[in-house]
């Protein structure tokens, strides 16, 4: 299991955050890192106040429609590919839900799970756990919320398995300047991307005698 520092492992864990944003669409603000490895990851300001209007809209008894539903499944990847970020990058296998230190990042996503599953989002009270105290001991998924936080973390690992360049260079540029813009995050997963995509090759040797043996070829038509 390789070893990361408190440093190393909080850019790793906000730049899961941020290359997911940035594939998966949302718009990013900034992400920052502190010196004892604390970070955020904010989008901007109308994407946030857009998921606590449904949230409170499905607290009044607002309609779930699919436009709604998949915006709060993208709320509930984003939130947890820091922790997924983790795991990837420390090879530790998953136990449970705020197992590596992402409890804020649980009940972040949380309230969106509990409108997917048909309960009330209880936003207001899971803020409050979210800021004061941290997850309450007390608090058990239920089987459909345990299968969409399930669903959202698999996804999740598949997003950033398949831009993990990107996350490295996210994490090095955020341990560097401590504070990367938006822009700056999609141009890093834009060039790892370019870097990631293969290049054509000359044909070899073998490649042109097959072409030519294909060419030779008689072909008759069928009586």
Known sequence: MPYFDALALGAIHESGHAV?????????????LDDDGTGLTR??????????????????????????????????????????AEHVATKRRFRHYGDAGDDNDF??????????TGRPSNVA????????????????LECFEWLEFERARRRGRTVLRRHWSAVERVAAALRRHRLLRGDTVRDLVNEAAKLRAPTAQPPSRHDARVTRARSNVVRRRPR
């Open 20 to 32: 997911a944003d940035i594939v998966l669409g949302v718009p990013l603000e900034f992400v920052c």
């Open 43 to 84: 989008a901007w300001y109308e994407h946030r106040r857009r998921e606590d209007d449904y949230l409170h809209a499905a607290d009044d008894g607002a309609r779930l429609t699919d436009e709604v539903a998949h915006f709060l499944r993208r709320e509930v990847v984003r939130r947890l590919c820091g922790g997924v």
């Open 107 to 116: 009940l972040g996503a949380l309230p969106a799970v509990r409108v997917l």
């Open 125 to 140: 009270q899971i803020r409050q756990w979210q800021w004061a105290t941290g997850r309450p001991q007390q608090l058990v």
